[in-house]
């Protein structure tokens, strides 16, 4: 018999190792096999399970609008939050710029009347309060919209009269404080706040109102704001300093931004590739992904994400109030429920179980039919987008403007706006620095002359920068734009520097020192222009414990009195306070 060949020998080799192999895999016993049977089924079933769940929430908003509205919530916490702190300080009774005298103002320009023309120029429920008591006004309007707007961010519920009471409490806020709600950010905030009226049902206060779905309309609104910030912003940096053309902005930004923080401090001494990288990617974002919104759901999420990414990344690197947190808003519109729910616990009858039902009802051709209020609402959605439609004209036209302006309102109501920041960047930081002597003489070359520190803007070169964000600190940014302009331009700091001298304690809670504190105060206070700049990491002056050095500029207002600032504060109808020298 002939020998069996080689490779015939090599087979039997390897199905005997195989055999092999297979006896020592040991065999599960009835109970095991049933665990592993019913853990296979589990996954199984919840493979399918989650299908489902993404089948049934894609293109619904349900969970978004509760994500919507509580984050619109905490910015409205926030925003009446620091009107309570710093509005009768700034705008109050006494206030550095007092908001009865602009209302006053306003209504000496329609000979003393308060009429329709009145009220649209200044639309604000101000006028109908009592005068007498503007401190207690103030506090009573930040007090009920923190009030509201903390139940709405930790409920999730509103309806449309919730979301009308915030907005026009904040409205009137905007209209009276004058130069301190300035910013662009407070057009932006009503905009969005308007929009979340829209979302919500008229009465009902369920997070899952079953006949009140959300709005495709005011969805769509909230993503053709979030386009015209972006693209805003991005355009007007093209057209505006030519170092965001450069690439070069970036190496200024972090230094000379409004308030810096301590990231920023580091950020500040990035190679300068990167710095070009990072003005690059802003351009990227601000003025190609905006128009991922128009194709499809996949790229509008991907807008979404990247917007909020962007934003995320502001927020770490600068003090920029709420504003950031606050365009992360409306990019949210930009996610479905399959996105969002894995925000959302699926305990039974949970927001996910009730929104799941309420499609499934759908899918299912059992939903039910509208009611008269149902109907009423979506002819008003119609009218909000055909509002929109009309408002948006002279904002389009903005933006394809050579001559575009930022930050701007078409309208009193401030309902569709204009957007931008950082036009043009400052390639030098100066700041203005207050300082008290109790000198008789502040011309002697010996007086002693004492510093008084902000909350967060630059003084102190020993002292870190602050992280504050959200939160604002109105008099600081103000201190900001001051700093390259002059005081004839900024009258209320003559005023701030009188109440200094008066030491009057509603002006002294917006600093974070008085060098004065347990003593006479200043006979004199006076301002100096000073350059400052970031001190080099790891470097000489920061082993002293220095987070910035400057250099002396000049005098910014000269050495001023209570007694010579009597004639001025009488002109401009500020209360001349009684020197509190003895």
């Known amino acids: 018999m002939a020998a069996p060949s080689e490779g015939a020998s090599s087979v039997n080799a390897c199905n005997l190792r195989q055999r092999h192999a297979m006896s020592e895999v040991p065999k599960l016993d009835s109970n095991q096999q049933k665990a592993y049977n019913k853990q296979s089924d589990e996954r199984k079933e919840s493979k399918e399970k989650n299908e489902t769940e993404l089948q049934s929430l894609s293109g619904s908003f349900w969970l978004t609008r509760v994500v919507l509205l509580r984050s619109l919530a905490f910015i409205y916490c926030v925003a009446f939050l620091v009107a309570y702190n710093q509005?009768?300080?700034?705008?109050?009774?006494?206030?550095?710029?007092?908001?009865?005298?602009?209302?006053?103002?306003?209504?000496?320009?329609?000979?003393?009347?308060?009429?329709?023309?009145?009220?649209?120029?200044?639309?604000?429920?101000?006028?109908?309060?009592?005068?007498?008591?503007m401190d207690m006004n103030l506090d009573c309007v930040a007090l009920l919209g923190l009030g509201l707007?903390?139940?709405?961010?930790?409920?999730?519920?509103?309806?449309?009269?919730?979301?009308?009471?915030?907005?026009?409490?904040?409205?009137?806020?905007?209209?009276?404080?004058?130069?301190?709600?300035?910013?662009?950010?407070?057009s932006q905030l009503l905009e969005t706040g308007f929009l979340g009226i829209f979302l919500c049902p008229l009465w009902s206060l369920r997070a899952v109102p079953l006949y009140t779905p959300p709005s495709y309309i005011v969805i769509w609104a909230y993503r053709w704001l979030i386009f015209r910030i972006m693209l805003g912003a991005?355009?007007?940096?093209?057209?505006?300093?030519?170092?965001?053309?450069?690439?070069?902005?970036?190496?200024?930004?972090?230094?000379?931004?409004?308030?810096?923080?301590p990231v920023a401090y580091y950020m500040h001494r990035s190679p300068w590739w990167f710095h070009q990288f990072e003005t690059l990617v802003n351009h990227f974002v601000e003025l190609i992904v905006p128009f991922f919104i128009f194709l499809g759901r996949r790229m509008c999420i991907v807008n979404g994400i990247l917007q909020i990414l962007?934003?995320?990344?502001?927020?770490?690197?600068?003090?920029?109030?709420?504003?950031?947190?606050?365009?992360i808003v409306p990019s949210i519109a930009c996610f479905d429920d399959a996105f969002l729910k894995f925000l959302f616990s699926s305990k039974i009858n949970g927001i996910k179980d009730q929104v799941l039902k309420t499609q499934a009802e759908k899918a299912s051709g059992r939903q039910p039919s509208p009611r008269y209020g149902t109907l009423v609402r979506r002819v008003m959605n119609i009218f909000l987008g055909l509002l929109i439609i009309c408002l948006s004209i002279p904002v389009v036209f903005n933006l394809l403007s050579s001559k575009q302006v930022m930050n701007t309102s078409f309208?009193?109501?401030?309902?569709?706006?204009?957007?931008?920041?950082?036009?043009?960047?400052?390639?030098?930081?100066?700041?203005?620095?207050?300082?008290g002597t109790s000198s008789l003489n502040p011309n002697d070359a010996t007086t002693v002359w004492e510093e008084y520190d902000f909350k967060c803007k630059p003084g102190n070169l020993t002292r870190r920068p602050c992280l504050i964000s959200p939160y604002h600190y109105r008099l600081d940014w103000l201190m900001w734009f001051a700093a390259f302009q002059t005081y004839e331009q900024n009258e209320w700091l003559i005023h701030l520097a009188g109440k200094i001298l008066a030491n009057d304690t509603q002006a002294l809670s917006l600093m974070a020192s008085n060098p004065f504190e347990g003593r006479q105060p200043p006979r004199w206070i006076k301002g100096e222009h000073y350059l400052y700049k970031f001190s080099r990491p790891w470097g000489k002056h920061a082993a002293e414990g220095k987070w910035w050095i400057r250099k002396r500029i000049g005098p910014y207002f000269p050495p001023v009195n209570l007694q010579g600032l009597r004639k001025y504060f009488e002109t401009r109808n500020w209360p001349v306070p009684n020197s509190p020298l003895k």
């Open 87 to 133: 509005n009768k300080s700034l705008i109050g009774q006494n206030g550095l710029l007092p908001c009865k005298l602009y209302l006053q103002s306003v209504q000496r320009y329609f000979k003393g009347k308060i009429d329709m023309d009145a009220v649209s120029y200044t639309p604000t429920i101000f006028w109908l309060l009592d005068w007498s008591d």
């Open 149 to 186: 707007a903390t139940f709405v961010f930790i409920t999730g519920c509103a309806n449309m009269i919730i979301m009308t009471v915030l907005w026009i409490l904040y409205h009137s806020l905007v209209n009276i404080g004058q130069i301190w709600y300035s910013f662009g950010w407070e």
């Open 234 to 261: 991005g355009l007007i940096k093209i057209r505006g300093d030519r170092c965001w053309r450069d690439l070069t902005c970036m190496n200024y930004h972090y230094e000379t931004q409004p308030v810096p923080n």
């Open 310 to 327: 962007f934003q995320v990344l502001l927020i770490i690197s600068g003090n920029l109030s709420f504003l950031n947190w606050l365009t």
């Open 411 to 435: 309208n009193s109501l401030r309902i569709v706006n204009t957007y931008g920041a950082f036009g043009s960047i400052t390639k030098q930081r100066t700041e203005v620095i207050l300082q």
